[in-house]
């Protein structure tokens, strides 16, 4: 299981390594372009919360850390159905990926 840790004031968010390569791509897309964007997410059961939502900026720092020191086979089809996702919505749900 991947983390990736945002802003460093929350515990990291746990993501399997293959979604989490998925986001990389999605997340550095709209990122570059700098276009921010909400992302959503149910926390882990130990959390009092039911889901989280997070303003996603180019200005705040975002780690990705994986499991695996290998690179993760990407599908492209994945990608483009999770930025399609994004765009029509305006946010990254996690838990639907």
Avoid: C
Wanted: net charge negative; proline share 7%.
């Amino acid at each position: 299981m991947g983390r990736l840790r945002y802003d460093s004031t929350l515990d990291p968010i746990v993501i399997d390594d293959v979604t989490l390569a998925h986001m990389k791509i999605v997340m550095g897309t709209k990122l570059r372009r700098q276009e921010s964007f909400m992302m959503s997410w149910v926390p882990g059961d130990a959390s009092p919360d039911g889901r989280l939502t997070a303003w996603i900026h180019p200005s705040i720092p975002l780690v990705l850390a994986f499991d695996s020191p290998e690179p993760i086979r990407v599908d492209a089809e994945r990608v483009s159905r999770m930025m399609n996702s994004l765009n029509a919505h305006g946010e990254l749900m996690i838990d639907e990926m």
